[in-house]
């Protein structure tokens, strides 16, 4: 709009300046036409009154023209035109002043001669067609000015009329948004107010005390639960100390978390605690406490979960009992009755009759049934309890194959069913005799169950490269697929006429599969429908002159749990590894900083903090920062989200697969050397902490690419970090250099600020950015890339 008006007022202008070139160019006519007058007056009168508009016209005109002549300078036609112009003036006046001389000096014929013959005539009709040519081009440029300033006007007009109707449409969309929000703005309120509402009946009707605490363990709020359970009101105990309702030392002898014994960060995945709860009235009572984060815009807050276990406890107390009970007052008569009825079975009383000896034997073969019933659930009940104990001793399975056949081979003759055990050598394991033999058993007696009459089982004890394998083999009728899967389950059966027609509770796999792993094995089967099946039970083969024979160091492992810990250290000794177990994360970080360890297998669940916080003190500390860490978790998904920026080497689900963990092991001992990584960049910080970032292998710092050719030049590394941007040129100069000995391609990772496309040059093989990626990930990148060029030994 402001250049319309200035579109305008130039318009103006312009108008102005035309009439005033107009008007310029008819006064030099003008001017002209009052010489030309006078000139003829005198000549024709003698008059020299004539002579005055004659003389004042002449002076005028240069004047005039002058004028003129400025007014064209930037018009290059009219220019010209004003140049004839002042041509056809000049021999005017040169007409003009010849005749006015001849009168003056007594010519008069000869002046009116002159005046006469045409010639002024045909120069002021030259003179009048020029200064008509002027006009009319003057008229026509401004006609052209004007035709373009109403097209602009017009422009205006419509440039307005789409402003104004812009105007009404966002006014429009604006009343509509505006309207929009209010409408979304109460709808989400009332949301909101509604999710409250369900979140304070959620809490109020709530069985569980739900408390909410500050970050230093004062209480903020209760919901009617905790106030039943504790027996205090909420504005009673606001801001009172957590210890007034659980067993803590008070808030001035550390904070909250300290006084759990609880290191920080061990509430983003949750902390659950069993204290002793504390009423109003002083009775204490047992609880099981579950601690969360609550992230507010004032700060980290704690949500405490508590609920009374005193019924549960008195559960646990009862479950005992009946244990003991069973263990004791139903096993012992039921060995006696058992004992009993076979001995009568035997003829110990004399010959029976025919009908009695059979009900004597019905008799006699469910009190067995009954007595290894019993012997399941509380072999069930003591695994699920971490109660079994192993009594590791070295073993020969062939040995424990021998004695199981004898113990199981009457009940396989009642069956008509023949056990045979192949010949072999020794395979020498370490093991639990009793618990083995029991596996062996539940096998044997399995095939024997299923065999038909006159069938044949066969064992084979093998010593294989890492394990020792005893495979039981039937020809029964096989396993159909629909079992398969649930096979190891508690209380599986095959069908449901099995439990009549063959006996078994169901347990004796679950139980057997069990005892396997604890052992640091494994327990399996193949089958084909109709032709048999085969149950192999794998177990880490025991060669103490291989136990320290690598010369690769100590492992450290930590684990809470002794069985887990004794396997674990007996599958690395099978692997030729030493080891040494501890319980706690406090021992774990003391143990490490001996420096006697060369790598670490830790458990995510310990005793006195999280192994989380432990990897990160292990990595966070120079002593100990570059020892391997290898996660061994029941949980590994939420230990990576938790765990997702530190250096693990390898995170291992439980139960442990002793294949996995030998790979995972050997991968980081894959080298008798450190790997040797480059490091060219000319920034001497950078290459200082990316040194220390990545302890676990040798790096060689390069300021530049002279250094880093010298470097090259003197030993040839298996990584390559580089920075793009470099004193003495672009770090990609340095790629067509990078081969090993043998020709290969050196592995290239750049880590620059620069943005590169990675499939710029084929020896790059990462591509970080130093703005956006942590030292935690090029280390990880690195590891991984140093361990593909080695590869495992």
Known sequence: MRREFANASGLRSAVQRSYDTRLQIQSVFSLLQDAETGQRGYIITGDERFLQPYDRALTQLDAQMEALRILFEDDGAQAADQRRLAELVARKRLTMDHSVDLRESGQAAAAMAAVSSGQGRAAMDDIRHVVDQLTRREAENLSTLSAGAQMRTERTEIMVSLLFIALVVIAGVTGFLVWRYLATRGALLERLEAAAARHRATLDSAFDAIVTLNPSGSIE?????????FGWRTEEIGRRDVSLLIDLAPNGEGSFLERLGASQGALDAGLQRELAGRRRDGE????????????????????????????????????????????????????????????????????????????????????????RLINDILDVEKLESGKLILALSPLDLRDIAARSIDGVRGYAE?????????????????????????????????AAKFSPSGGEVTVTVNPEARIARLSVADYGPGISEE??????????????????????????????????????????????EGEGATFHLDLPLDRPEEATGNGMGRLLICEDDPDAARVLAEMLSHEGYQADAVGTAREALSRAKTGSYSAALVDLQLPDADGVSLIRALKASDETRAMPV?????????????????????????????????????????GKEKPLVLHVDDDRDILEVTRQALGAVEVVGAE????????????????????????????????????????????VVIYSAQDMDREAAPAVRAVLTKSRMSLTQLARTVRRLTRRTRGPS
């Open 483 to 528: 079992f398969r899967a649930r096979i190891f389950g508690k209380f599986a059966q095959a069908d449901s006429s099995d439990t009549r027609a063959k006996g078994g509770t169901g347990l004796g796999l679950a139980i057997a599969r069990e005892i396997a792993e604890r052992h640091g094995g494994r327990l399996w089967f193949e089958s084909a």
């Open 221 to 229: 709020t209760m919901n009617p639960a905790a106030e039943r359970m």
């Open 414 to 446: 009642q069956m008509g069913v023949t056990l045979s055990l192949s010949d072999g050598e020794r395979a020498p394991v370490r093991g639990d005799a009793d618990r083995l033999i029991q596996v062996v058993t539940n096998l044997l007696s399995n």
């Open 630 to 670: 290898i996660v061994v978790s029941g949980d590994v998904a939420r230990g990576r989200v938790r765990g997702r920026s530190l250096e693990v080497a390898d995170w291992m689900e439980k139960p442990v697969d002793q294949a996995r963990l030998r790979l995972a092991v050997q991968s980081l001992f894959s």
């Open 704 to 747: 530049s690419l002279a250094e880093a050719r010298a470097a090259l030049a003197a030993r040839r590394p298996d990584l390559v970090i580089l920075d793009l941007g470099l004193p003495d040129g672009n770090g990609l100069d340095l790629l067509p250099e990078l081969t090993d000995e043998d020709g290969g391609t050196i592995p």
């Open 284 to 371: 204490t009572f047992p609880a099981d406490v579950a601690l969360g984060a609550m992230d507010l815009p004032t700060g980290r807050h704690v949500v405490a979960v508590i609920r009374d276990i005193t019924e549960r406890r008195r559960v646990a107390e009862m479950k005992d009992a009946f244990v003991s009970t069973v263990s004791h007052e139903l096993r012992t008569p039921l060995t006696s009755i058992a004992g009993s009825l076979g001995l009568l079975a035997g003829g110990a009383g004399g010959e029976l009759p025919d009908k009695a000896a059979r009900l004597i034997g019905i008799a006699h073969s469910n009190s067995q049934r009954l007595v």
